[in-house]
Structure formats: structure tokens, C-alpha cells
């Protein structure tokens, strides 16, 4: 069946960059999802890749696919305090139904 | 986009009692989804609610537990019904568009505490 796994804490310093890792299991999926939830809110999109590229930018996010290895990452350049949050990495299910969540990666950035 | 309004966004509750979670959306979309979250964990799906069919439920949730609606392309509920202190949780709704590969969007959950 379908698994998302990612590890569970990162600390960094604020200005650093964070880099948060995913590994998936269906090599079928077609989009894979960074979410971020902020303390007593629901999930946020933050970005997505789609299965055919490499690489993704989007302002202070990189997000990098390895399709060989089924590994999936999220670098935050610069980190700032009001990026401490939990970070889901999600993967879109085969059928395309169902978004299947890793445990989330809970980001601490020190002032 | 879509915008999701969940009510309540929290309660507190007797065990043994039942509580109905409404999902409102701003726009019509064709599949819903309601999720748990258990403290610190990710994200459970419970069941997948397409207006004109039955909910269909994920392996170890029933629907005499989690009765579900879904009167129309905007709303849905969720029920938890007999509750227990183990079913203190958020509760999520979600939904898609017509591709289903794209992503899903999210209310703010109803912080649930069972007592």
C-alpha cells in the first residue's frame, strides 16, 4: 500500500536554510504536496511538484524529486520564526482519490 | 481555490454523547473528505463523501460511529456518535476538484475534547 514517511523534528537557526526530506512509496503518483500547519489551524498547500520534474522553485522554497529513489525534499531558504510550523508531505494516491500524509516534520526555528 | 468553513471549531464533550461537524465550501466540488488528527499525529483519512453515494469508510472507521452526509455539492457533516475519550481529536474536512490529482484544500478543523 501507499506510505509517506518523513522524520519527525528539525531545529535550525533563523536565516539558515532548512531542508525537510519524504520519502513515498507509489511510484504512480503524478503530484506530489508540501502542506504547513501553523499551531490550531487546518493545512495549507505551500507548493506541489509534478512527477515529471526535477526541481521546483517558488520564491524561498525549493522542492527537489528524486523519482529513482522515491524521495522528495523541501529546502526553505532563510528561514524566518513564522516558519515554525509542521510540514505534511503528501503524495496523491494511484486512482488519484485519496492524498495519503506522512507524519509531519515539525520545524523549530531559533531566534 | 476553495474556501472551507468548519463548525464548531472546537468543543468540549460528555462521553457518551454525539457531536455533528459541519463542512460548509464556497464553491461546488465534487469529492469531500474527512480526516482525523489525533494529537501529534498526521493525518487519518476516515471516509471519502461524493454527493449521490454513500460514504465510503477507510479501514477500521464505520459508519454507525462516523454517520456522514452529503445533501449537495457544498456541504457535508460528519457525526461522532458515543463518544469516548479516545475520540478527542481534530477533525478535518477536505476537498477536490473535478482532478482529482490536484491538491486538496482544507477547513480549519474542529478541535474536539471528550471528557
Known amino acids: 500500500g501507499e506510505d509517506v514517511e518523513q522524520s519527525l523534528f528539525l531545529s535550525v537557526r533563523e536565516g539558515d536554510s532548512s531542508v525537510i526530506n519524504c520519502t513515498y512509496t507509489?511510484?504512480?503518483?503524478?503530484?506530489l504536496y508540501w502542506y504547513k500547519q501553523e499551531p490550531g489551524a487546518g493545512l495549507q498547500l505551500l507548493t506541489y511538484i509534478f512527477s515529471n520534474m526535477d526541481m521546483k522553485q517558488d520564491q524561498r522554497l525549493t522542492v527537489l524529486l528524486n523519482k529513482k529513489d522515491k524521495h522528495l525534499s523541501l529546502r526553505i531558504a532563510d528561514t524566518q520564526t513564522g516558519d515554525s510550523a509542521i510540514y505534511f508531505c503528501a503524495e496523491v494516491n494511484t486512482g488519484g482519490f485519496k492524498t495519503i500524509f506522512g507524519a509531519g516534520t515539525r520545524l523549530f526555528v531559533k531566534a | 481555490s476553495a474556501v472551507i468553513s468548519q463548525k464548531p471549531s472546537r468543543d468540549i464533550c460528555q462521553r457518551g454523547t454525539s457531536l455533528t461537524i459541519q463542512c460548509q465550501v464556497d464553491?461546488?466540488?465534487?469529492?469531500m473528505f474527512w480526516y482525523r488528527q489525533q494529537p501529534g499525529q498526521s493525518l487519518t483519512l476516515i471516509a471519502t463523501a461524493n454527493q449521490g453515494s454513500e460514504a465510503t469508510y477507510e479501514s477500521g472507521f464505520v459508519i454507525d460511529k462516523f454517520p456522514i452526509s452529503r445533501p449537495n455539492l457544498t456541504f457535508s457533516t460528519l457525526t461522532v456518535s458515543n463518544m469516548s475519550p479516545e475520540d478527542s481529536s481534530i477533525y478535518l474536512c477536505?476537498?477536490?476538484?473535478?482532478?482529482?490529482?490536484?491538491?486538496?484544500?482544507f477547513g480549519q478543523g474542529t478541535r474536539l475534547t471528550v471528557v
Open positions: 507509489d511510484s504512480s503518483s503524478t503530484y
Open positions: 464553491s461546488q466540488v465534487t469529492m
Open positions: 477536505s476537498v477536490k476538484g473535478q482532478d482529482p490529482n490536484t491538491e486538496a484544500f
